[in-house]
C-alpha cells in the first residue's frame, strides 16, 4: 500500500493542495471548474472527487478538469419538493428537473437541469446533449454555487 | 479470495407477528409492537415462554426524526418483560429490520443464543407529507439530496433510464399497481385493502353523491392515465407508483435449527441470507441495476445452493412501482428488460407461475420503513406455512420463497430466502 498524502487545506493556495473532497469540489465550483480527482496509479476518474480510488484503492491523486458537456443518462422532474427547494419557490404549479449527465470524459454526475419547459417532462429526451452551467444563490457567506446544465 | 457463505449451525424462524398497517396518528409506536409481538406468541405452534427469549434485535430507521424520540431497543425491551437482556437497535433505512433478522441469524447461528426476538417499528403519521419526504430523503445519497432529488426522484429517475434502454414505457408500470392491489383485499392487514377498481368506484360513487359529472374511465389504464386521480409525484412516478406513508410493528421469532421441532412441527428455515451495497446514481455503472441487490442475491443463492428458478415466489421492496420491475431482474427472475413484460403477461399475478407481493406489497399493504423487511419475511414464512388465507398461493407444494428489501435509493439491499422443509 502507498502512504497516503498528507493532504492540508491552506484557502486560497495551490491546487494540488486542496484535499480531494467534496468541499474542495464546491470551491471549485464558485470558481467556475468542474473538477474531479485521477488516480495517478490506475487512471479512474472521479467526480466529485475521491481521496482513495475504488477501482484499484491507490491514494495518490491529482485535479482533472472536466469540459462540462455530455448527454442526459436519466432525469425526473419533480412535482412534491423538499423544504429547501420549496423554499426557493418549486413545488406543485413551479416543478423542476433534475437528473444524471453522462460526460464525455466518462464519468457522471448528478445536477438540475434548465432551459427547458418543467411541465413538460414527456419532451425531455434521454441520450440528449447538454452543456454545464454554474448557477449563484444567496449572498455573502450563504453563497453556494450548483451544477446545472442546459440543452447544448 | 472470498469464500462461500454458511452458517455454523441452521436457524428457523417459528413465530411471526405484524400489526396492522395505517396510519395511527392517535397511538404510540409501542402500541404497534405490542400487537405484533402478542400474535407472535400466538403463532408458536407449541408456545414460547417469553422469558426464554435472550436476545432482541429491533430495526428502527428513524423514529428519531418521525417522533422525536431514539433509542428504541430498551423502550421495546421493556414493554414484553425483556429487561435487563439484551437489546439492540439495527439501521439501514428501509431495510432497518431486514438487517435486525441478518443479526439475529448470526447471534444463533454462532451459538451464542439459542432463542432471539427480531423485528422492526416505525411511526410516520405524526409528521406531514412533506416533513415524512424530508426524513426519508435523510436515508438518500447527500449528493442526491443537495441537487434536490427526493425519493420518489431518484426512483424516477432510474424509470427514465429504464424506458431509454428497455423501451418500455409509463403505462407498462400500471401492470405492477394493479396486480398488487389486487392482492391487498385478501390481506387483513393491508393499509389500502382495495384494487384499483375500488378506488374508481369509490370516486365515481363520490361525484355521485355530490352531483357532480360521474367520470367515464373505461378501465383501470384508464383511470391511472388521469393525472386529475393520479397526479405527478416526480416523473415519471405518479401517486399510483408510490408506496404510501405507514405505521407499524412487524416480528418473528427465531430459533436454532436443533429445537426448531419444540415449538412446531411446521419450521420455516433459513437457506439462504445476503446483503449488499451500493453506489449513489452518479457513480453507480448501470442506472437500471441495484449492485447492491445483485450482490446480496449472489451470496443468498451461493449460500443456499438454489436459483432464481427453485424461489418459487418473493417479497420484492416495490417502495416504487419502477423497484419492482429491477429487483425482478436483478434477483434473476426474468432477464434484465424482460421484468415488466413479465408483469404485463400475468407471470407475477397471486395464480402466476412467480407469484410477486402476494402481500400487496409496500405499495398496498403500506411500508412502516423500519417495519418492512421482517412484515416481508412474514408474509414468505406465513405463505410457506400455508396459513396466507384467502391469498395463500395455489401450489400445493409451495417449499421455497424469498424476501428482499432496500434501504433508501439502494444503499442498502438484503435477499433472505426462506425454505419448508
Redo the contacts between chains.
Sequence with gaps: MEPAPLLFWRGGEAMAERPFN?YSYEQFLKEGKIMGSLCKKCGAK???PRPICVSCYGTQMEWIEFKGEGKL??????????????KEG?GKNN??V???VELKEG??????LIGIDAKK??EIK??SPWRAEFIKSGQGPEEKV?LAFRPA | MAKKKKLFRGVAVVGGGLSKLGLFKERNCKDFFAEAYLEMLQSVDKGIDPRDIEAIYIGNFSNDFFVKQAHWGPIIADLVGHVPKPVTRTEGACASSALAFREGVFAIASGFYDIVLVGGIEQMSKRTTEEVTEGLGTAGSPYEVATGFTFPGVFGTIATAYFAKYGAKREDLFNVTIKSHNNAPLNPKAQFPMTVRDFMNARIERCRQKGEPLPTWKDEKDFLRDVSVNPPIAWPMHLFDCCPISDGASCLLLVAEEIAKNFTDNPIYVAGLGQGSGYSLHATKDLTSFEATRQAAKEAYEMSGLTPADVQFAEVHDCFSIAEIIHMEDLGFFKPGEGYKAVAEGLTRLDGPKPINTSGGLKAKGHPVGATGAAQLYEVWLQLRGQAGPRQIPNPNLRVGGAHNLGGTGGTCTFVILERR
Design positions: 467534496d472521479a467526480l466529485p443518462a436519466a432525469f425526473t422532474d419533480i412535482v412534491v419538493a423538499p423544504p429547501f427547494m420549496a418549486f416543478p423542476y433534475v437528473g444524471v464519468v457522471k454526475i448528478v445536477a438540475r417532462p414527456d434521454v441520450g450548483y
